[in-house]
């Protein structure tokens, strides 16, 4: 909210300087977001345009005669909306503009120009740029049109949160101020209602959505425009100046926070005011024009015959006053909160009102702004306040009451406060105390502050004005049975993140809601949850699956020239099921968020180097790092079994199973999904369940011992068909081991091509055989090395080789 | 008598000569076999001493014996030489370009929030929390209104939310809706973990819960899903002395010891009191820059003593029992700690980002 700093000031005369008192507020929980100064130098002028004449070859410029009070000048303009005898500012030459321009006398198209006509934008005054500054006609020429205008002014930009309407004024500010530093408010002048009759009728039919109505009238008013201090001031605060009437309903706004609208008297048939609700489907046009089909929900105020405004959120057009109106009906209401909510969204309008009535206005406040503001209307349109008033108010709202106990504050504050200044702080915002004793006071709430009804809600009050420097630091004890000791999955989870820099994958982090058709590329039975309101259709499905964010994320380094990729993602996937861990009761969670690890290769294994390098990565490098994860996770039961996987080629579809149970998948991409995702067909993707491969991790390891006796190492080489698995010649190999001498097998050759036979492979073993408690004879290592040959030529058909 | 000694001269001068023109040890080892081998010359003139008078026998014997250790020594002695010589070459040889690049391996990158996420859990850990969990696809009764956010509370507009179009049914207690759908949400902030929590436990309470959150948000400074963690710390006797406290650890844990805090009162509908949290602006010493705005401090976190409501309405007694709570958004940590001007970056996923940090 825009605060004009000069009117703050009028309202609570404070000596700080400006920059003390947004220190002051924002240390008090209203921040000063912004400050915007508002000057205009004294070289800025009101002037009469004496003549204007267009500018030989140009289809815009006008040079014009102007009188500044010190003489004529000539200047040369390209504004449009203006005519000889038009008073506007003038820049004389030597004047600087709040924007930094430097105003000299200068030559445009050949033509002398001394000075510059402004616009309110050029003048730092509005956005508004679509012609130059009109003033009214009767403006004294050559005055400096900052003292015209009444500046200088700073403007605050105070950010107020939602608990706290009261405070989305200057009266409300000013109130904060006045409690900070105890200077007295001010308040400003009102045009108060007596006892006597107003030719209106006004009928409240939803007191429950209006609990109060208050309506004035003043009669001859002369509709014009308002004089020039009073439109800055609205400037100042955002307001686009209207009327003399509007402006008085807007200033009384934005003086004392509560909303107000004025009714041409004589355009309300029967000079009636019914409040009601819209009957459903019932039309009526907005203030901004638009016609407007209305909910039963929606309150109106209406006339004798149809609604005349949205309540509390915005003005009809045909009791919209006009130049030729002269008597106003003053609506000062009070709305109910949630139902102006629900008809602002409904119809999509966010206004001053509206944003108000939302957070909860005050009853007592209305009655205020209705005398200030008929006040403000005589002063600006003239006329004649009548002296009644109608006031629809059949439950006036009791006083909040609220206990406060000093020991309380202190304990909560973690520092001693004294009864004293409790009462102190509290009567500064008005409170009053109303019975009880030091220990436990009962205190009187000012209406405005309806926000203050519980004592927890004082508390703050007395911490907030007394400064949060004041609580001192403390750090709580440590709990009985509280530890930080480090949880066994926290150290497999850093053990695997590791394994994976080790093995070159940068991590990634995506977002957990995907284009649906990402998701249908690599699974067409995809069923994901739908967000029912995404920011765009790329991010409309949660990912059932991390690799459309993975792929994706390969495009786009791709497409800025990183052709190496290695990457991992960690994070969860959504399933529209049950969660397994969190099945059942209140507590149960509402889709299944199972964490997903996924890892994603392209380009090469490694740049190309002096010292070799720049193959391209294939299947054989994700499973290495898929081992190297999972020994680093200290998993042992794992393997790597083929399997069908829809978006992954059959080549290298498979699965990886922990403890036999699968765990994963993993292989190359299919290539109708690598077009799909634009990423190259050596694409080669795995995604695993982080559960599983938790379930089976092992923290930390057990020790076995140092082997007290020599190895005996033996190489193998056999030649078996092509279609044999190496597994299944491993599982041969350890199965002819009856001894237990088997320490290790590496497989360090697979060969194909002469002199092995079409159709065959020759497959290479070292063996390392150890006894754990004797020297191993060659005799001993001969004799497994037979057995092994003889169960891989029985079971597989395979022939020692050489 | 004289043959033989004749003989075994000629045999030491020819062993001679062949050592010292050995090049390598293959030769040395050749003339040990040669001459001390099982059937080398030497020996064999020891077998052939039964032809030999029995009386020269000792003199003969000697003077094998003694050539054979000359011969040893020899031996010994051009193996020690041929070594030295080795080494002299090893060691002169052709220097290497040690300024050509070394084997190196890539290593991965840790992405910065996933980084800052472990080490704020790190660092809460050693001030005695917990790591709870919760959902992400959260009811609305947890993700407001046990939060002291019913509908229609102006409040909810800090929090655009995204709802799902699954509709099932709500636990008990969730609020009347106009449209089914608006019961199932993604969470808009970690604090509904706070709720869960606090309803399935009695207290004490010591966690944080990091996590993904979303809101209807999107530009330059705003991502429609980011990063947070909540802290909640409920237990008798807690004050807001504590929560600056914790506060404060966290920060000077987090951004260094140098670090200070500043708490402003602010509004958070399940806390009260509420502050926002400053923390000095490291970069600039606090002295004020464009990135802190000229003040010196950055807004970092909503903080707050648990409001008695919440706590009533998990069933806690808020007479006996106080609590302190704060959320903090780590993506913005994770940026001022790295200096990263553009938040964007974050979920791009651009290695040329992600290597740098
Ligand atoms: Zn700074």
């Known amino acids: 909210m825009k605060i004009s700093v000069r009117w703050l000031r009028e309202l609570c005369p404070v000596t700080l300087s400006d920059d003390e008192i947004a220190q002051r507020l924002t240390l008090a929980g209203l921040e000063v977001e912004g400050r915007e100064s508002r000057s205009i130098g004294p070289g800025v002028v009101a002037a009469r345009v004496v003549s204007r004449t267009p500018v030989a070859g140009s289809d815009h410029l006008s040079v014009c005669q102007v009188d500044d009070g010190a003489g004529t000048h000539q200047v040369v303009c390209g504004a449009q909306n203006y005519a000889a005898g038009d008073v506007v500012p003038m820049a004389r030459p030597g004047a600087t503009l709040p924007n930094g321009m430097q105003i000299k006398q200068a030559k445009l198209r050949g033509v002398e120009s001394n000075g510059m006509l402004c616009s309110q934008r050029e003048l730092g005054l509005s956005d508004d740029h679509a012609g130059l500054m009109i003033l009214p006609p009767q403006t004294l020429i050559g005055a400096p049109l900052g003292e015209l205008l009444g500046l200088p002014d700073t403007v605050f930009e105070i950010n107020v949160t939602p608990n706290r309407p009261d405070a989305l004024s200057h009266l409300g500010i000013a109130r904060e101020l006045s409690a900070l530093t105890g200077v007295p408010l001010r308040l400003p002048q009102t045009a108060p209602a007596g006892e006597a009759k107003v030719p209106a009728h006004v009928h409240d039919e939803d007191p429950e959505r209006c609990p109060r109505y208050l309506a004035r009238v003043i009669e001859g008013v002369k509709v014009g425009p308002s004089p020039l201090p009073v439109q800055e001031r609205l400037r100042a605060c955002g307001v686009r100046p209207i009327s003399n009437v509007v402006d008085a309903t807007n200033l009384a706004l934005l003086e004392l926070g509560h909303p107000l609208h004025g009714f041409d008297l004589d355009r309300l048939a029967g000079e009636k005011i019914i409040v009601r609700r819209a009957a459903e489907g019932e039309l009526m046009t907005t203030l901004d024009g638009k016609e407007r089909k209305l909910s039963a929900d929606d309150l109106v105020i209406a006339d004798a015959e149809k609604p005349v405004a949205l309540a509390g959120v915005m003005g009809g057009q045909t009791s919209e006053v006009s130049d030729s109106t002269t008597r106003i009906l003053l609506e000062s209401a009070m709305f109910e909160a949630a139902g102006i909510r629900r008809t602002a969204r409904r119809h999509g309008l966010h206004t001053e009102a509206s944003h108000r009535f939302e957070r909860g206005m005050d009853e007592k406040t209305a009655a205020l702004a209705a005398d200030r503001c008929a006040e403000l209307i005589a002063q600006l349109a003239g006329g004649r306040v009548l002296p009644g008033v109608i006031d629809r108010y059949p439950a006036p709202l009791p006083q909040t009451q609220v206990w406060v106990r000093p020991a309380r504050v202190s304990a909560l504050l973690g520092t001693d406060v004294s009864a004293r200044e409790v009462e102190q702080r509290l009567s500064s915002l008005q409170l009053e105390p109303l019975d009880g004793n030091p220990e436990r006071r009962l205190w009187g709430v000012p209406s405005w502050r309806r926000d203050l009804t519980r004592e927890i809600d004082c508390i703050e009050e007395v911490a907030r004005l007394r400064g949060y420097d004041s609580i001192p630091i403390e750090i709580p004890k440590a709990g009985v049975g509280e530890t930080a000791a480090v949880l066994p999955q926290a150290r497999v989870k850093s053990a695997a993140r590791a394994a994976l820099a080790a093995a070159g994958c940068d991590e990634v982090l995506n977002y957990s809601f995907v284009p649906e058709r990402d998701l249908l590329a690599l699974d067409p039975a995809a069923k994901p949850l739908r967000v029912a309101n995404p920011l765009t259709v790329e991010q409309g499905a949660m990912r059932t699956s991390l690799w459309p964010g993975l792929l994706r994320n390969l495009g786009h380094n791709l497409a800025r020239g990183t052709r190496d990729l290695k990457i991992y993602e960690l994070g969860r996937i959504y399933l529209p099921l049950p969660d397994p861990r969190h099945p059942d009761g209140p507590l149960a969670w509402p889709a299944w968020e199972p964490d997903h690890l996924a890892l994603a290769m392209t380009g090469r294994r490694a740049p190309k180097g002096w010292t070799g390098g720049g193959e391209a990565v294939d299947f054989y490098d994700l499973k290495g790092a898929l081992e190297d994860l999972l020994e680093a996770m200290g998993i042992s039961e794992v393997a790597f079994v083929p399997a069908q996987v829809a978006p992954l080629h059959p080549v290298s579809a498979s699965e990886l199973r922990v403890a036999g149970r699968r765990a994963g998948v993993l292989g190359q991409l299919h290539p109708t999904a690598a077009q799909h995702f634009e990423v190259p067909p050596q694409t080669f993707l795995a995604e695993l369940n982080w559960q599983a491969l938790l379930d089976q991790a092992t923290a930390l390891h057990g020790f076995h011992g140092v082997p007290k006796f020599p190895a005996v190492a033996r190489d193998l080489a056999f030649v078996v068909d092509a279609a044999v698995p190496a597994e299944k010649m491993l599982q041969e190999i350890r199965a002819a081991d009856g001894k237990r001498l088997l320490e290790q097998v590496s497989l360090f050759d697979v060969y194909r091509g002469a002199p092995v036979p079409e159709g065959k492979k020759s497959v290479a073993f070292g063996l390392s055989l150890r006894a754990a408690d004797r020297t191993l004879t060659d005799g001993e290592a001969d004799a497994l090395c037979a057995g092994i040959r003889d169960r891989l030529k029985s079971a597989l058909g395979a022939e020692i080789r050489g | ?357």
Request: charged share 25%; proline share 8%.
């Open chain 2, 1 to 357: 008598m004289p043959d033989v000694i004749e003989q075994i001269d000629s045999l030491l001068a020819a062993a001679r000569a062949e050592l010292a023109a050995a090049a390598g040890e293959p030769h040395v080892e050749a003339a040990r076999v040669k001459y001390l081998g099982k059937s080398g010359s030497l020996s064999s003139l020891r077998k052939g001493m039964g032809a030999v008078p029995p009386a020269d026998r000792p003199k003969l014997g000697k003077l094998v014996t003694d050539a054979i250790a000359q011969l040893e020594a020899l031996l010994e002695q051009t193996r020690t030489a041929l070594g030295q010589r080795a080494l002299q070459q090893d060691l002169e040889r052709e220097k290497l370009d040690v300024t050509l690049p070394g084997r190196t391996r890539r290593r991965g990158h840790r992405h910065p929030v996933s980084r800052a996420l472990d080490d704020i859990i790190e660092i809460f850990a050693r001030l005695g929390f917990h790591v709870a969990d919760g959902p992400e696809i959260e009811w609305d009764l947890y993700n407001f209104e046990k939060l002291g956010l019913p509908r229609d509370h102006p409040a909810r507009d800090m929090q655009d939310t995204f709802y799902l179009e699954t509709r099932l049914p709500p636990p008990p207690g969730s609020p009347p809706t106009r449209g089914a759908q608006e019961q199932l949400l993604l969470r808009t902030h970690t604090s509904p973990v706070q709720a869960r929590t606090m309803l399935g436990q009695p207290p004490p309470v010591r966690i944080i819960a990091p996590g993904k959150v979303y809101r209807v948000d999107s530009d330059v400074t705003h991502t429609p899903m980011f990063h947070q963690v909540e802290c909640l710390h409920v237990e008798k006797g807690l004050s807001m002395a504590h929560l600056r406290g914790t506060l404060d650890a966290f920060a000077k844990a987090f951004f260094g010891p140098e670090i200070k805090t500043r708490l402003r009162p602010s509004y958070f509908p399940f806390t009260e009191p509420s502050a926002e949290v400053d923390v000095s602006h490291a970069l600039c010493g606090g002295k004020g820059c464009k990135i802190c705005k000229g003040t010196g401090w950055l807004e970092v976190l909503g903080s707050g003593m648990v409001n008695p409501d919440v706590l009533s309405g998990v069933g806690y007694d808020p007479e006996q029992i106080t609590g302190y709570a704060f959320g903090v958004g780590i993506d913005r940590l994770a940026m001022l700690r790295h200096g990263i001007d553009d938040l964007r970056l974050l979920f791009e996923n651009d290695v040329r980002f992600l290597e740098q940090l």
